[in-house]
């Protein structure tokens, strides 16, 4: 007995003329999430996806993956049959028979898209109600709060027999909407950024500096471990690691103590913005967050982001660091982001970081780095970690 998944689009279906596009993207993604896990036959119709398994595969790994792709609200593994009451009862029996010996109440929920199907959803829903009710006779039915609904879809080209839906990853699928460069730390926040606009249907490049030997190997590593948790929400991943000590070594040497971070974060921007253009990518993303540390007061990010020309992404900006921490965790990697290894950042921290700076002030702390040398050096000593996806 083979059974399948359904997967229920999500805001695709208000797309309108583009919808095809958006689906099209949507199927393309799931087509290579499922690739480990053995072939499928995966088409859409009326906005749900249906995958259905060749011999052989791995069906619980393919229902892991599919729950975290973009671009779908619901996800649920079902068994079609016949659209007939009795196919639907016998397969109900068969299919979720263990369920249904198991549960102390249950109902039948009837769904009906294939609008010419003679009986009502209702009169369906009794009708299958009545003989399971028979079939199990221990089992009370309660149509208010049931231990377990089993739903029937009446589509156009079958039934579809399953326990209820769970939660899909939501958002739009990834690379519908452009792409952009992320600045990935070893942080807590960074991850959570990155998720939330790869779930907006955005291709990411991660960019990740690296001090090293004031930073470890293993902080590199970090990095590219995170990237690695993320290809499951965002498909395959090519992270750009700059080297950026030389840049780290003469802003020490060349200014005041109090705008080591500011002048740091400005490199960090300008490089990112130099390879989001080798990319063709619209736009940055970074975990800043109002307030949470003295590099991100309003006045803080208008010197970051002076100069630049792309629109800097903040989705983080106005979230309390516990509800970061949530989303953290439930994207899993938090536990990756919480090992010891130090970021650049923390290397050259000011003992007091100016607060509130002034643009003038930093332009003037600045002024006798040779920018446009060490961001080129930087660009070129760049190299490409591929994470496939
Ligand atoms: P995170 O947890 O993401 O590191 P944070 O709260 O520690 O964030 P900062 O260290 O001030 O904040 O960094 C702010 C943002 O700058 C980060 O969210 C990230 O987008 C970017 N960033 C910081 N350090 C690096 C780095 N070494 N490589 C790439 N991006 C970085
Ligand atoms: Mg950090």
Do not use: W
């Amino acid at each position: 007995m083979n059974d399948m998944i359904l997967l229920k689009q999500g805001e695709i279906i208000l797309k309108g003329q583009n919808r095809r596009f958006f689906e099209d993207k949507l199927l393309a993604n799931i087509r290579r999430r499922l690739k480990p896990f053995g072939g499928f036959r995966v088409y859409a119709a009326q906005s749900t996806v249906y995958i259905e398994p060749e011999a052989g595969c791995d069906m619980d790994g393919a229902f892991e993956a599919v729950q975290s792709v973009f671009g779908v609200v619901g996800v649920t593994r079902a068994m079609a049959c016949e659209k007939d009451g009795d196919a639907i009862f016998e397969t109900a029996k068969r299919y979720l028979g263990e369920e249904l010996s198991e549960a102390g109440s249950f109902k039948v929920e009837t769904k009906r898209s294939d609008k010419r199907f003679p009986m009502s959803s209702i009169a369906l829903s009794q009708y299958v109600g009545g003989l399971l009710a028979d079939a199990y006779p221990e089992v009370r039915v309660d149509v208010r709060a049931p231990d377990l609904t089993v739903h029937v879809e009446v589509r156009e080209n079958a039934a579809y027999i399953h326990a209820g839906a769970l939660p899909g990853a939501g958002g739009l699928p990834v690379g519908c909407n452009g792409s952009a460069v992320t600045l990935l730390s070893g942080g807590i926040d960074s991850p959570v950024s990155s998720y939330m606009i790869a779930r907006r249907g955005i291709h990411l490049v991660p960019v990740h500096f690296f001090s090293f030997p004031y930073t470890s190997e293993q902080a590199r590593e970090k990095v590219v471990s995170l990237a690695r948790i993320l290809t499951k929400y965002c498909g395959r991943l090519a992270v750009e690691v700059v080297p950026f000590t030389r840049i780290q070594e003469e802003i020490r040497a060349k200014c005041p103590e109090a705008y080591f971070t500011l002048i740091m974060r400005r490199f960090m921007m300008r490089i990112s913005e130099q390879i989001a253009e080798m990319h063709g990518c619209g736009a940055l993303v970074t975990g800043e967050n109002l307030g949470q540390v003295a590099s991100q007061t309003m006045e803080a990010l208008r010197v970051t982001e002076d100069g630049l020309s792309l629109p800097v992404l903040r989705p983080l900006i106005g979230m309390d660091k516990s509800d970061i921490v949530a989303l953290a965790r439930r994207i899993g990697t938090f536990e990756t982001s919480i090992l010891p290894y130090e970021d650049c950042c923390t290397v050259f921290t000011p003992r007091h970081p100016r607060t509130r700076p002034r643009l003038e002030d930093v332009l003037e702390a600045e002024r006798t780095l040779d920018y446009p040398a060490l961001i080129g050096e930087a660009v070129q000593s760049k190299y490409t970690a591929r994470l496939d996806g």
